[in-house]
Antibody, heavy 119, light 107 residues
Framework: EVQLVQSGAEVRKPGESLKISCEGS????????IGWVRQMPGKGLEWMGV????????KYSPSFQGQVTISADKSIRTAYLQWSSLTASDTAMYYC????????????WGQGTRVTVSS | EIVMTQSPAALSVSPGERVTLSCRAS??????LAWYQQKPGQAPRLLIY???TRATGIPARFSGSGSGTEFTLTISSLQSEDFAVYYC??????????FGQGTRLEI
């Protein structure tokens, strides 16, 4: 069974850095794109980007390019989403997602990590 | 970037009714169109992919249709557990993958 287990909720102040994680299990981790979807409070879904753990290739949405860093460590089957300097507008739920077989639909979702940025 | 537009934004319905949700793409996405359901406090769940194919465990009352730029999700007889927000997603030309803004089904 494919599972994506995300790290717990985080509270940070503006300007602080943060790295959240997503551990994949039940499948060949290096062989599937894994990435992140943002959902701001009361809003819709926004695709942020994905990483291919096999070769660390990363694809970003233009809306998030330069704002976050997506990476993966295949040795520990974990993907990451990190910020160098948070702002209040980063307050959101972040979902880890994995592509399907040979396509970019999203059959697998993590439970979500809530990030709150407040002074 | 392909823009996905869903209509209506919200729909007031009753259990047992047949409901059709619409999704339009700003350019053709071929057959690379998926639908997701999200209930409050939960992660989204894949319902339909490849326009027509139900994901594992999805009841037959959910069906998808369409081609090119116009797509629909139909729920043949609404159950109480179907009240949720529904999103369409294109995965033909990426990055970026893009979602519609969602349609909320409410009683």
């Amino acid at each position: 069974e494919v599972q994506l287990v995300q790290s717990g909720a985080e509270v940070r102040k503006p300007g602080e850095s943060l790295k959240i994680s997503c551990e994949g299990s039940g499948y060949t981790f290096p062989s599937y794109w894994i990435g992140w979807v943002r959902q701001m409070p009361g809003k819709g879904l926004e695709w942020m980007g994905v990483v291919y753990p096999g070769d660390s290739d990363v694809k970003y949405s233009p809306s998030f390019q330069g704002q976050v860093t997506i990476s993966a460590d295949k040795s520990i089957r974990t993907a990451y989403l990190q910020w160098s300097s948070l702002t209040a507008s980063d307050t959101a739920m972040y979902y880890c997602v994995r592509f399907g077989d040979h396509t970019a639909m999203l059959p697998y979702w993590g439970q979500g990590t809530r990030v709150t940025v407040s002074s | 970037e392909i823009v996905m537009t869903q209509s209506p934004a919200a729909l007031s319905v009753s259990p047992g009714e047949r409901v059709t949700l619409s999704c339009r793409a700003s350019q053709s996405v071929s057959r690379y169109l998926a639908w997701y359901q999200q209930k409050p406090g939960q992660a989204p769940r894949l319902l339909i992919y490849g326009v027509y194919t139900r994901a594992t465990g999805i009841p037959a009352r959910f069906s998808g249709s369409g081609s090119g730029t116009e797509f629909t999700l139909t729920i043949s007889s609404l159950q109480s557990e179907d009240f949720a927000v529904y999103y369409c997603q294109q995965y033909d030309k990426w990055p970026p993958i893009t979602f519609g803004q969602g349609t909320r089904l409410e009683i």
